[in-house]
């Protein structure tokens, strides 16, 4: 079964820094992988997604992600954070082989400062 | 844009008590689902629906759950006997075909058991 970690509980940064969020994931065969986010008060939004090609992946709100195969990673990135990018991210991860539904992280919740 | 829509947004019961939580997918999606966030916890899923029926369900959804689709827009899923450890955040999403396209989420109910 695929399984998901995000090793931060949350992550403090100042507006105008750039960011990273980290994301590893467990599973044997090339998994599907999402980033979505989640603003006080409102669903989970899709930020961006990968299955296969460019492991360099780019989503909505100027962030992207980045497939590792080798490190079992996809981590999030945006170069330079907003006021409003305070949120909760979620990674997660589908299994191409089998059940597409895909398995949630614990969430990293992103505090900016201003 | 199209949205999944939730009701309650927030919901007491006590315990031992049935509640049905409701759920109003976008209009031109297939596939359904529910998912749960135990507060401080993975968002963990519960079960997909598809063509009238359970597609796929977790350990988590055992005899006590249930969902249905009673009409051509709403989905629901039904607590019989809550307990405690039900309380939670639920939320409904919904996909318009094959589910690794990513999924539209509802912005959730907080149910809490008393």
């Known amino acids: 079964a695929q399984s998901v970690t995000q090793p931060d509980i949350h992550i403090t940064v100042s507006e105008g820094a750039s960011l990273e969020l980290r994301c590893n994931y467990s599973?044997?065969?090339?998994?599907?992988l999402f980033w979505y986010v989640q603003s006080p008060g409102q669903g989970l939004q899709l930020l961006l997604k990968y299955f296969s090609g460019d492991t360099l992946v780019q989503g909505i709100k100027g962030f992207e992600a980045e497939f590792k195969r080798s490190q079992s990673s996809f981590n999030l990135r945006k170069p330079s954070v907003h006021w409003s990018d305070a949120a909760e991210y979620f990674c997660a991860v589908g299994a191409s082989g089998g059940s597409y539904i895909p398995t949630f992280g614990r969430g990293t919740s992103l505090i900016v400062h201003p | 844009e199209p949205e999944v829509t939730q009701t309650p947004s927030h919901q007491v019961t006590q315990m031992g008590q049935e509640v049905i939580l409701r759920c109003v997918p976008i209009s031109n999606h297939l596939y359904f689902y529910w998912y749960r966030q135990i507060l401080g916890q993975k968002v963990e899923f519960l079960v997909s629906f598809y063509n009238n029926e359970i597609s796929e369900k977790s350990e988590i959804f055992d005899d006590q759950f249930s969902v249905e689709r009673p009409d051509g827009s709403n989905f629901t899923l039904k607590i019989r006997s809550t307990k405690l450890e039900d309380s939670a955040m639920y939320f409904c999403?919904?996909?318009?075909?094959?589910?690794?396209?990513?999924?539209?989420f509802g912005s959730g109910t907080r149910l809490t058991v008393v």
């Open positions: 599973y044997g065969a090339t998994p599907y």
């Open positions: 999403a919904s996909s318009e075909s094959w589910p690794n396209y990513g999924y539209t």
